[in-house]
C-alpha cells in the first residue's frame, strides 16, 4: 500500500505564497513522476506541475512564472512553491506519483493524495 500525505494548503491574500508538499510512503521501489494536480468546484481535475525522477517539468501556463515543483527522490517527496496567488488558483490541490513500483519486479500503478484545499482570497 502506497500512501501520499498533504501539507501546507490553507488560505492566503492575493499575492502571497504557499508551499505545498507530499510525500509518499509505503512500500516503494521507485517512482518515474510525482506532481500536482487541481480542482475546482464544477470544474474538471487539471495539471498544475508534474517532475520526474530525473528533473523533468512540465507545468500548465497559467502557473508558469509563478509555481515552481521541486522534488527529493531519497524522501519520495514533491514540493510546489506557489507564488504571486491570485483568486483563480483557489482548487483543491492533489498530490499524484505515477510510475510506482512497488517492487524491483513489478508493475507500475498511479496513486492519489486526499487533496488539500488551497484558498486565495482578493
Known amino acids: 500500500q502506497v500512501q501520499l500525505v498533504e501539507s501546507g494548503g490553507g488560505l492566503v491574500q492575493a499575492g502571497g505564497s504557499l508551499r505545498l508538499s507530499c510525500a509518499a510512503s509505503?512500500?516503494?521501489?521507485?517512482?518515474?513522476?510525482m506532481g500536482w494536480y487541481r480542482q475546482a468546484p464544477g470544474k474538471q481535475r487539471e495539471l498544475v506541475a508534474t517532475?520526474?525522477?530525473?528533473?523533468?517539468?512540465n507545468s500548465a501556463d497559467s502557473v508558469k512564472g509563478r509555481f515552481t515543483i521541486s522534488r527529493d527522490n531519497a524522501k519520495n517527496t514533491v514540493y510546489l512553491q506557489m507564488n504571486s496567488l491570485k483568486p483563480d488558483d483557489t482548487a483543491v490541490y492533489y498530490c499524484?506519483?505515477?510510475?510506482?513500483?512497488?517492487?524491483?519486479?513489478?508493475?507500475?500503478?498511479?496513486?492519489w493524495g486526499q487533496g488539500t484545499q488551497v484558498t486565495v482570497s482578493s
Open positions: 499524484n506519483a505515477d510510475g510506482v513500483r512497488r517492487r524491483s519486479w513489478g508493475g507500475a500503478s498511479t496513486y
Open positions: 517532475i520526474t525522477s530525473v528533473g523533468t517539468t
Open positions: 509505503g512500500t516503494i521501489f521507485s517512482i518515474n513522476a
